[in-house]
Nanobody
Framework: VQLQASGGGLVQAGGSLRLSCAASGRIYRIADMGWYRQAPGKQRELVAVITSGDSTNYADSAKGRFTISRDRAKTRVYLQMNSLKPEDTAVYHC??????????WGQGTQVTVSS
């Protein structure tokens, strides 16, 4: 599975960005997709995940501000980020988890929020 993420950039605090991730290769009908982020000097952390059944789970820091969604073909996942804060600055990585638990990662897209 190959993952291509896009949509990062520089935005002022309070602004919005929409991340997109496209999966290609061996696509499973049942797979979870999600977004994680890693800030400098910190561990990678979950931002949001959407299951094959379209259930969603968010980190507390993302609740109420971020929305994860996917297309009907379940090959693309999106992360709409509103009310961005400087602490949201990080490299955002797309994740694809196969039914047997294998994880695939995209190359990451930089999100920088200025105060």
């Amino acid at each position: 599975v190959q993952l291509q993420a896009s949509g990062g950039g520089l935005v002022q605090a309070g602004g919005s960005l929409r991340l997109s991730c496209a999966a290609s290769g061996r696509i499973y009908r049942i797979a979870d997709m999600g977004w994680y982020r890693q800030a400098p000097g910190k561990q990678r952390e979950l931002v949001a995940v959407i299951t094959s059944g379209d259930s969603t789970n968010y980190a507390d820091s993302a609740k109420g501000r971020f929305t994860i969604s996917r297309d009907r073909a379940k090959t693309r996942v999106y992360l709409q980020m509103n009310s961005l804060k400087p602490e949201d600055t990080a490299v955002y990585h797309c994740n694809y988890k196969t039914p047997v638990g294998l994880d695939y990662w995209g190359q990451g897209t930089q999100v920088t929020v200025s105060s």
